[in-house]
């Protein structure tokens, strides 16, 4: 078996994998620009490189009652690189490359159900100064909830 070792925020040992993850508490419903999801974060040191993967559950009143999923964190990082899957209907899906935040810029049209979407937002951060690194959510309408407890983020510094 591989030993690892764990020294304040450093891992270092033949498994440098410790994932951390934050489960989101309570529905939260969306808004017409974006705006954060604020139990559905983590804590981003300022130099470390993180790999991140947010997974948020989306319901709507409709399934034309379009919506994304994106990020927001500490301003002017080192390197960002994330992309994020959305459903579009029900057998397509959408998927965004970035670097910067809050992309993509506006919410589809469509989704692939009211009674649920998974949405994925993955990627790598290096943050310039310490913050949190946080999911948000946008929509055509204030009828989208992000599920409590059925979204999440798992993270792991990576370097």
């Known amino acids: 078996m591989a030993t690892t070792t764990v020294s ?5 040992g033949a498994t440098f994998q410790y994932t951390n993850r934050v489960v989101l508490p ?6 017409t ?3 954060d999801i604020t139990d559905l974060q ?5 130099g470390n490189v993180y790999r991140f993967r947010f997974v948020v559950m989306t319901t709507s009143a409709a399934a034309s009652d379009g919506h994304a999923v994106s990020i927001n964190g500490p301003a002017s990082p080192t390197f960002l690189a994330y992309r994020v899957q959305q459903p579009t209907s029900a ?3 959408m998927l965004t490359n ?10 589809e049209s469509t989704t692939a159900s009211a009674s649920g979407n998974i949405h994925v937002v993955e990627g790598y951060i290096q943050p310039s100064t ?15 909830v ?10 792991v510094r990576v370097g």
């Open 98 to 107: 970035a670097a910067a935040y809050n992309l993509p810029a506006a919410q």
């Open 26 to 31: 309570a529905d939260v419903a969306s808004t």
């Open 91 to 93: 057998t397509a899906t």
């Open 130 to 144: 310490s913050g949190n690194v946080v999911a948000r959510l946008i929509a055509d309408n204030t009828s989208v």
């Open 8 to 12: 304040g925020d450093v891992q270092t």
């Open 146 to 155: 992000a599920k409590g407890f059925l979204s999440s983020v798992e993270y």
């Open 33 to 35: 620009s974006y705006a």
């Open 42 to 46: 983590f804590y981003a040191k300022a």
